[in-house]
């Protein structure tokens, strides 16, 4: 209780006392009238008389304090780093020589963003996204977005379900160049 309540709730309690009025015939009865706007409740403010000096500190000493809100938000960022140096133990191994020639299928509209294990850019316009499956993803940027832009990889956005969408989510470079994904398409290598 505040220091300021410790004075002011005698005052009250005696103006919500019940005040004794004398009978409008000659009885030896009183009648006893409570007086509502005395009485301090939860949310009402009684009507402030003229003198509004001591009734204004009252009524407001009852007000509950301003309810202030506090707004969480999470968000998390996700990083795609390009494909890095082989490490020493996996460059002695014997490597199978890179296809020259690929051929597009269609994998959907979504990917899973925790499936992709590294990007290298794949053209002007087109990133090559390389999944922890083996799969290799072709990803074509918008037009007016280039892909060496992102030659040290991107950030995305996690969304609700964990994939990265064609028309719906932005990928942003360390430059600050933002772009979303036009199309994914999975690229097999052609026997010769």
Known sequence: MSSLMVFVAPLVLAAA???????????????????????????????????????SAVADSFRADPVEQVRIEERVVIRITPLGPQRQMLADLPRAPLASRFSERKVGKCLKVAGIAGVQIGGDDRLMLFMRDQRLIGASLDKACRARDFYSGFYVEQSRDGKLCVDRDMIHSRSGTSCSVSRLRQLVALDE
């Open 17 to 55: 006392a019940p005040q004794a009025t004398p009978p409008a015939e000659p009885h030896d009865d009183y009648v006893i009238e409570w007086s509502l706007s005395a009485i301090a409740l939860p949310g009402f403010a009684p009507p402030a008389p003229e003198g509004r000096g001591v009734w």
